[in-house]
């Protein structure tokens, strides 16, 4: 075993009792599971920076969620995170139990959009320095930027980035600003885990921004289902919705593209036409 995680570990009080056993999905950090005598942890090897702001991010959504489970962390020490292992159990989400802890979530508001440091979002550093508009941010720090960085690499072609670059000096014309609501930031359906004790959140990349943004990530490889959006809602959609939809799965999908490639062009190009088609 690594000695600085054998050093993280002997500083909290954790004696393992196995080797790591690495987990599926770790396709960004390494991830495994550890028996100690203390009980079953997870622990991640990744970039000293990413993990900070993993760790910041979930120490801040379980200060927040009070309807959602988020695991604790346990210890952070040069590129090891140790957090509680969560039990999972078979069988659907609790879409209603979702949709309220996410609207919940949604309602801890702050002074402007962004966060107080950068993150990342998968591998893709995630700018974060704080707007007081919203819609300014979704420009400045989310679709420029992750364009820019597309058609630098090759990824979009000129035509499309003008498409992505008009749509985001569009957004005064059509998108009310809106107080920031804080975010898990990566909200899709692998990060959300269903446990005995209701829908749990893991590996968020947190940041204050439009709440859609996290509604438009759990629609974007699937849906919740009715029942989730009627407890969101609770019966106050936007009549917009489709459009902001559209909208908050560009920065995703652009991230895709950056991280996986050309087969996620098209799925961007989709997502302009829709945001176009509205106006």
């Known amino acids: 075993m690594d000695a600085t995680l054998r050093q993280l570990l002997e ?5 393992p009792s196995s080797d790591l056993q690495p987990l599926s999905g770790g396709d960004i950090a390494a991830v495994y599971r550890l028996e100690t005598r203390q009980g079953q942890v997870v622990i991640k090897h990744d970039d000293a920076a990413r993990l900070r702001g993993e760790a910041e991010g979930l120490r801040t959504l379980r200060n927040a969620c009070a309807k959602l489970v988020v695991p604790e962390v346990l210890g952070l020490a040069d590129g090891w995170l140790v957090i509680e292992s969560l039990d999972t159990v078979p069988g659907p989400q609790n879409a209603t139990a979702l949709g309220e802890g996410l609207r919940g979530l949604h309602e801890v508001i702050g002074d402007a959009h962004g966060w107080h440091q950068d993150n ?12 007081s508009d919203g819609r300014a ?4 720090r989310r679709l420029l930027p992750l364009g820019e960085a597309c058609y630098q690499q090759g990824l979009l072609d000129s035509q499309l980035r003008g498409r992505i670059e008009r749509l985001a000096e569009d957004l005064e014309r059509w998108l009310p600003d809106a107080p920031p609501s804080l975010l898990h930031g990566d909200c899709w359906s692998g990060n959300v885990l269903t446990t005995p004790q209701g829908p749990a959140l893991i590996d968020p990349a947190v940041y204050r921004h439009y709440p859609e943004v996290d509604l438009a990530m ?17 019966g106050d959609a936007p009549t917009d919705w489709p459009r902001r939809e559209a909208l908050f ?10 991280l996986f490639g050309a087969g996620y062009r098209s799925a961007v190009e989709r997502s302009v036409a829709r945001v176009e088609a509205s106006t």
């Open 218 to 234: 759990l629609t974007l490889f699937g849906s919740p289902g009715d029942a989730f959006f009627d407890a969101y809602w609770n």
């Open 11 to 15: 500083s909290i009080k954790l004696t």
């Open 137 to 140: 941010f979704q420009r400045e």
């Open 120 to 131: 990342a979002c998968g591998l893709t550093p995630q700018p974060n320095a704080p707007l």
């Open 249 to 258: 799965q560009l920065y995703p999908l652009l991230n895709h593209l950056l």
